[in-house]
């Protein structure tokens, strides 16, 4: 089965950096566009960023444009949010995901447990 774990959340205060990762098995990564998503309390997920397969064409929530990338290692099944500049209203759960296209943003398999970014002001 499609499994995911994401890591390197924690608090950092507001204007810091911070990269999360997170690592997938249970199908052919490297075939697959992946997503990261984020929750807030009391807030619906969000899409914050996806790239495809090959890691050639990326989407971002205009929320964290010019702020936030997405990459992928796929020998490793890694894919990466590299934060900075962050800000309080990015303090959110964090999930990554798996999307058959950037182009249609049908995901796939299930939420993992994401990880906490706290921002501090």
């Known amino acids: 089965q499609v499994q995911l774990v994401e890591s390197g959340g924690g608090l950092v205060q507001a204007g810091g950096s911070l990269r999360i990762s997170c690592v997938a098995s249970?199908?052919?990564?490297?075939?697959?566009?992946m997503s990261w998503y984020r929750q807030a309390p009391g807030k619906e997920r969000e899409l914050v960023a996806a790239?495809?397969?090959?890691?050639?064409?990326?989407k971002y929530a205009d929320s964290v444009k010019g702020r936030f990338t997405i990459s992928r290692d796929n020998a490793k099944n890694m894919v990466y949010l590299q934060m900075n500049s962050l800000k309080p209203e990015d303090t959110a759960v964090y999930y990554c995901?798996?999307?058959?296209?950037?182009?249609?943003?049908?995901?796939?398999?299930?939420w993992g447990q994401g990880t906490q970014v706290t921002v501090s002001s």
């Open positions: 249970g199908f052919t990564f490297s075939r697959y566009a």
């Open positions: 790239l495809t397969s090959t890691g050639d064409r990326t």
């Open positions: 995901r798996g999307m058959l296209s950037v182009a249609t943003m049908e995901v796939f398999g299930s």
